[in-house]
């Protein structure tokens, strides 16, 4: 008769080294490893949950848990689905049915997720670096609040690269790598959006929603589909885009289209954009002048 858990933890402070070893479900299985209860001092690591019912991990109840050198693959529901500040490292989730990470106020480091049902990642209050996130069926790494992405690979997702949802302030996403992804490459709230590079967006490049974004520093080059559309959408209000770039190629419509209110718009450059390099719409903002390079004289300039 099939176990509801290959392993489940019930107590504090136990350790589960798979030692390279596979968990592979069986019909009517739940999840490779569950912990049930609040539980601390979890640790799982080194080997393969594959084919559950539910989850690879499901780690919900457990706080301050720790998951290193897991894969986490074809499962029905989750790939791993951790409780809050745990540290993940070194793991991967592949082709499950929902997202492949879940994580609230967790240390995500060297992970990838591709091919899942829903995001790759899907974080809040966390910090997520040096991972990789593709071909997932909706956003690459969607994150709800108060977090911080660093240096990820992020591409070919059917929805956003990146997106930040969210009414609290103080995410950071920088120094990530997103490229071709179905809608916009970085979809942004409340955040400070700096040095990153987006490549062939299906939608815009970077989209500044909401209020109070900082996004600097940044590269958009061209677009991966036919629809007209943006290196920099801002729809949104007080926000402040600096020293940013957009290059356009033959589907990208507009570099800057700003029509939101009360934003500052300094020291950028367009080129290459088949309408308008800036279109500089709503009311109440703070335009620098749009110049050419060669005859910018305030240092403030947009310039083409």
């Known amino acids: 008769m099939p176990v509801p858990s290959t392993r489940r933890a019930r107590s504090n402070d136990v350790t589960l080294d798979l030692s390279g070893f596979t968990l592979t479900g069986v019909p009517s299985s739940f999840s490779g490893v569950a912990v049930f209860g609040l539980r601390r001092g979890i640790t799982v690591r080194n080997g393969t949950l594959s084919n559950w019912e539910l989850s690879g991990l499901f780690a919900l109840p457990a706080e301050g848990g720790t998951f290193e050198n897991l894969n986490a693959e074809w499962n029905a529901e989750y790939g791993l689905y951790t409780g809050a500040g745990s540290t993940l490292s070194n793991c ?17 480091t060297g992970c990838a997720s591709t091919g899942n049902g829903d995001q790759g990642f899907y974080i809040s209050n966390s910090v997520l670096t040096d991972c990789m996130a593709s071909s997932n069926t909706s956003a690459g790494i969607e994150a709800y609040s ?128 088949t309408t308008f390099n800036y279109a500089l719409l709503g009311v109440s903002n703070d335009y620098a002048p749009v110049a050419n390079a060669s005859a910018a004289t305030n240092p403030l300039s947009n310039v083409e």
């Open 92 to 108: 991967s989730a592949a082709s499950n049915g929902k997202a492949g990470v879940v994580a609230d106020k967790a240390t995500i």
């Open 146 to 273: 108060g977090v911080r992405v660093d240096g990820c690979n992020v591409y070919s997702n059917s929805g956003e690269g990146i997106l930040v949802t969210g009414s609290a302030t103080g995410s950071l996403i920088t120094n990530n790598h997103v490229s071709q992804n179905a809608l916009d490459g970085i979809s942004a709230v409340r955040s400070t959006v700096d040095g990153n590079a987006v490549y062939y967006s299906g939608l815009n490049g970077i989209a500044v929603n909401g209020s109070g974004s900082t996004v600097t520093d940044n590269l958009s080059f061209g677009k991966g589909s036919a629809l007209c559309a943006s290196g920099f959408f801002v729809p949104g209000s007080a926000n402040r885009i600096d020293g940013n770039v957009a290059y356009g190629d033959s589907t990208t419509c507009y570099g800057f289209y700003v029509s939101g209110t009360d934003n500052v718009v300094t020291r950028n450059t367009a080129s290459g954009n």
